[in-house]
């Protein structure tokens, strides 16, 4: 009986790993609508989305039965995931939109601020670095 309770505690706590699994999703996805980011950002970006899910999956997953992978895990985390989406996405919609744009200016803000900092450190190296001027000419010749 223990190992039953086991595994349907097991099974309850991965679909709220794949309701959190599609609550990040689903952030990603506004974010990425709102930010209009460029293809090449997009890559790295999804990469880094992926390899943050791969993480938070598989250090959830040790902690939640010591990393064994079970089909009604695997199938816990799809229902959790589909759940969100068909149920609770819309309820979260404006909120993770916010969220998402709020960010958004954040780093465009932050970004701003950097290349702000840029362009005084680098007027202040230039007016700190000597000017390069030509060699003196070369003096005459004695005849």
Do not use: C
């Amino acid at each position: 009986m223990a190992e039953l309770a086991s595994q349907i505690q097991s099974f309850f706590l991965t679909l709220v790993l794949g309701l959190i699994t599609g609550v990040i999703f689903h952030y990603y996805q506004l974010f990425i609508r709102q930010a209009r980011v460029g293809r090449y950002i997009l890559y790295l970006m999804d990469l880094f989305l992926w390899l943050l899910i791969i993480a938070l999956v598989f250090w959830a997953m040790v902690g939640i039965n010591q990393g064994e992978v079970r089909f009604y895990v695997l199938l816990a985390l799809l229902m959790g995931i589909l759940l969100y989406f068909r149920v609770l996405s819309a309820r979260f919609n404006d909120y993770l939109s916010g969220t998402a744009s709020r960010n958004i200016r954040a780093l465009a803000f932050g970004g701003r601020q950097l290349k702000q900092a840029g362009s005084i450190i680098k007027s202040a190296m230039r007016k700190a670095m000597p000017r390069r001027t030509p060699p003196p000419p070369p003096p005459p010749d004695p005849e």
